[in-house]
Structure formats: C-alpha cells, structure tokens
C-alpha cells in the first residue's frame, strides 16, 4: 500500500459520511497516474500555490487601492484568511481539509487588478462579460501553462466556480469556503476600515455588534462557531438563519460605508478608466501584448477580445500602472 494509499484510507475511516473522499473524485479532465504520496485533492493544493497567478495575488487589490502602509489586506492575505477559516470549519466538521483548502487557495485566481472596480470595468467591455470566479476557473483549466492549464479535478473546480453568493457548489467542502470567504471579506475589511479612519469600532450600529461581537476577533469566533454548530452531524453547510441575517445586513452596511461610499474609493474612478484605455490599446495593437497571449491567439485561434480580456485580468495593479505609464505618460527628455 503506497503512502497516498494509507491515506485515502485513513480519510475514508475518519471523515464523516459527508466528506468528499479522494478516492472518489470524480478525476481530471486528462487521466493522470496517481501520486504515491499525495491523494488528489491535496495535489491540486500544490498546483495552485505554485502556480503563477496565485503569486500574483500579492500586488493585486482586496478594498483599497495602493493603501500606504504593510498592513492593509491584498487579495493574496484574504486568500490565506479564506483558507484558515475554511480549514477550520472543514476539520471540526470532519470534512476533506485539502479539498477544502484547494478550492479556498484557488478562488480568487481570475481577479482583476485594483479589486471590483476593475471586474466591473471587464464585465462591461468584455463579450460575454465578466466574473471573476468563471475567470478563476479560466485560469486553472486554460490560461496556466499555456493552454493546458493545471488539471485540476472536477470538486476543486466547481468549488472555485460557485464561491459566490448565488451560487451552489456540489460539495460540501466548496459550501464551507462559499462561507468562509464572506465571514472573512467582512471581517477583514472592518479592520482595514478602522485602520484607514474610515469609522470606529463604537460607529458599527449595536445590532450588529450585539450579536456577533464588539471587536473583530469576537466575530470571527462568532461566526466561525456558527457555522460549526449549526453544520455539525447536518445534511448541509449553513450558519444559523439569525446569525445569517445579520451577517448578510452588516455586510449591506459596509457596501453603503465603504465600498461605495469611502474617500479611500474614490480613487477607483481612475483605476477604471486606466483598465478601459488599456483594454482599447490591445484590441488595436494586439502585437503589443506578451508572446504567451499572442500564442492563444495565433496558434489556438481565440478571438483577440478574450485575449485582452485574459491579459488585463492577469495584470497586478502595480504591473497595470506601469504599463500604462509606458504607453501613455510622457517621460522626461533630456540633452546631454
């Protein structure tokens, strides 16, 4: 019995009977020889994290754009939060932790620089429009390695796919990081908030501090628990329909607070005109773009929309600015 066999085993003895087993992925797109030392999931773990896109995801936007200061959140460090979490809720309820920590690795793959307001930019010039997480799985299936992408199996995909809001993932492990990411995003951008002296911790109305707590350590715990008591020995993945609600207001009172409404947003205005006039310049001068993207074009025939699109979603924010800056802000001419 190879190691990624004893493991297997070991998962099909101690998950409960909820779990996705490895064993029973339902697999690849291409058949592959099984590892003799990890099972699947795990695998598709490792593929994400050394892929190029996750590195990406450290200069890439989570709320703010460009913030001065080591401590405010990228789209890399809310990753990582999506995942502890995750992982937590998944192994108090005995489910598969590496798939669940795959699909919490992988989510935010496909997201455009300088955060929303960059995907809502795509989604409008885009044909077919734009959302992240089709794009995340754009890049796992395609845009990795050239077109042949990462191979991922078919549970870590859909959990990618149907992290959002309306969305239903077949697994529960994909259900776990559905929430996980939201209990994160909200929380972490509380932080960032007060940090940035958008609003104090007193500011956030008492119905929602009451209940879920008056520090964001406190509602992390909160919520957390919430989930796991409420899923533990379930048919299903949820938090508490009263905790639900009152997560689901207090993130409507960030949209109204911050994401819409904050000075440090305001920026986003220019962000979005930057992602624009970019999008234009490579549909007109498709040459310009880098070998790998015209490779998409020329050798796998993908129309030159999608591969603007998949150009500039790839893009980190400080990489957009420098192009940009390349193409249409004048340097300094000097004689010697």
């Known amino acids: ?42 695998r598709d773990r490792d593929r994400i994290l050394h892929c190029k896109a996750f590195r990406r995801l450290k200069h ?48 935010d793959l496909g997201h455009t620089p300088f955060g929303h307001a960059g995907e809502r930019v795509l989604n409008g010039l885009c044909p077919g429009g734009f959302k992240h997480s089709a794009q995340s799985v754009r890049t796992v299936e395609f845009l990795e390695k050239r077109g042949k992408g990462l191979n991922l199996t078919l549970e870590v995909r859909d959990g990618i796919r149907n992290h959002g809001t309306h969305s239903t993932p077949r697994t529960y492990e994909g259900a776990v ?30 119905e929602f501090t009451d209940a879920l707590g008056h520090s964001v350590r406190d509602r992390l715990n909160c919520m957390i628990r919430d989930v796991i008591h409420t899923s533990l020995n379930a048919d299903s993945v949820n938090m508490s329909a009263e905790r639900f609600q009152i997560m689901m207001q207090l993130r409507a009172w960030l949209f109204q607070h911050v994401y819409r409404g904050s000075a440090p947003k305001a920026e986003e205005g220019k962000a979005e005109a930057m992602i624009a006039r970019l999008y234009e310049y490579f549909l007109k001068y498709p040459e310009q773009m880098p070998e790998e993207y015209r490779y998409f074009m020329s050798e796998l025939d993908q129309p030159i ?23 249409f802000v004048p340097r300094a001419w000097t004689v010697l």
Do not use: W
């Not at 929430?179 to 007193?202: Q, T, V, W």
């Not at 500039?312 to 957009?320: E, L, N, R, V």
């Open 1 to 42: 019995m190879t190691i990624r066999e004893e493991l297997e085993e070991e998962e099909s003895r101690f998950l409960s009977k909820y779990a996705t087993l490895s064993r029973d992925s339902v697999g690849r797109e291409r058949l592959e020889a099984e590892d003799d030392l990890r099972p699947c999931f795990q």
């Open 60 to 107: 890439k936007t989570q709320v703010f754009l460009a913030p001065e200061g080591d401590h405010y959140r990228t789209r890399l460090t809310h990753t990582l939060e999506v995942s502890q979490i995750a992982r937590t809720i998944a192994k108090c309820l005995h489910l598969n932790e590496n798939l669940t920590e795959a699909i919490a690795l992988g989510h």
């Open 177 to 206: 990081v559905r929430l996980a990411d939201k209990i994160a995003y909200i929380n972490h951008d509380i932080d960032d908030s007060i940090r940035a002296g958008i609003f104090r911790e007193e500011d956030i109305p008492a």
């Open 305 to 327: 929309e999608r591969t603007v699109c998949d150009y500039i979603a790839g893009m980190s924010d400080q990489y957009a600015v420098r192009i940009f800056g390349e193409l």
